[in-house]
């Protein structure tokens, strides 16, 4: 018999058995997102760090300071935007984002009866330190690849998020055996394809690791005015080095970072803390409130105070609202 002719039948078996697995994990994890998020928006779980997500619309956008985070669906699609770049993903792929990241994301795909349905479950840096530490290099830390990703899902590391949420259906396992699930789950996640990502924002000494400490001053220094030689100074690293590696990171330079830092700020403070656009400028930093406000209706299409009254329209409550990184729909 010929092994060849053999073999391709094999292969093509091979792979339909992966997507016919896939497609039931998927319909599984959906019932166990429908279930245990019944409403639209974020549902935080008992497992710690994970967040179930349910969108019933192709809503407005919302905004977020994303945290480092492993994000997937099991129904649906969304887009986000971080500085100039889109990132497209659905069911069969998953997002992760190794920084601290400005971004807007908008549900592309979804409807009452086919509701957008996913999951989130932040990254603890610490975590992966360790996993990476115990597994071999297969690529130079001193690559900076961009802090935000998305993937093909393998049938491994999809079962191994599936296998977490079916914590929610037996929570007294919960406190053994959500460590060991979220171990292999960021295991899988860093022997694939994007994991190199991961490893470069947490190794010591690396150019990802130098602007990570740039972005936390940012971060904790919102309302200073930036300077690009305390910055590089601070990353040890030169003015040229510190921009040219700031952008391959987080595909903005510091200031447009810092920019839409303060802008997000100030949209929450606006919808959630109820300041007026002038003391939300000065909180977070603007000497212009004209300046403040141009900038503002750049990023979200509107002047600040129309802006804020559209968020509010649907039944006096917040919606496409600033959003912390737990709660952002990713």
């Not at 039931?24 to 409403?39: F, K, N, P, T, V």
């Not at 999809?158 to 979220?182: G, M, S």
Request: glycine share 6%.
């Amino acid at each position: 018999m010929d092994i060849a002719a053999q073999t391709i039948p094999l292969a093509i078996d091979s792979i339909a058995m992966e997507n016919s697995q896939l497609a039931s994990q998927r319909e599984e994890l959906a019932d166990i997102i429908r279930r245990h998020c019944r409403s639209d928006g974020a549902q935080p779980t008992a497992v710690p760090g994970l967040t179930l997500f349910r969108g019933s619309a192709c809503a407005a956008q919302t905004c977020a300071v994303m945290n480092s985070v492993f994000a997937m669906m099991a129904q649906g699609a969304k887009r986000i935007l971080v500085g100039d770049e889109a990132y497209d993903y659905d069911a069969r792929h998953y997002l992760i984002t190794s920084v601290d990241l400005p971004m807007l994301s908008r549900i592309t795909h979804a409807c009452a009866t086919q509701p957008y349905l996913g999951l989130a479950l932040n990254i603890d840096p610490l975590k992966i330190g360790e996993l990476a530490a115990a597994m071999p290099t297969n690529r130079t830390l001193e690559a900076v690849d961009r802090g935000i990703a998305v993937g093909l899902l393998s049938a491994d590391i999809q079962n191994a998020a599936l296998r977490l949420a079916r914590l929610l259906d037996n929570p007294a396992d919960i406190p053994v055996l959500a460590p060991i699930i979220e171990r292999e789950l960021l295991y899988r996640v860093l022997a694939g394809p994007l994991g190199g990502r991961l490893r470069q924002a947490v190794a010591s000494g690396s150019h990802s690791h130098q602007i990570v400490r740039a972005i936390d001053w940012l971060k904790a220094n919102l309302d200073q005015p930036v300077s690009i030689e305390q910055l590089a100074d601070l990353a040890n690293m030169s003015k040229s080095s510190l921009h040219y590696h700031f952008k391959a990171l987080t595909a903005m330079t510091p200031l447009q970072y810092q920019k839409q830092l303060r802008l997000h700020e100030a949209r929450r403070l606006m919808l959630l803390a109820d300041h007026d656009a002038a003391s939300a400028a000065h909180r977070v930093g603007y000497e212009s409130p004209s300046q403040f406000s141009r900038e503002y209706r750049r990023m979200f299409g509107t002047p600040p105070a129309r802006d804020v009254a559209q968020l509010r329209l649907v039944d006096g409550e917040p919606t496409g609202a600033p959003e912390h990184a737990a709660n952002a729909t990713v």
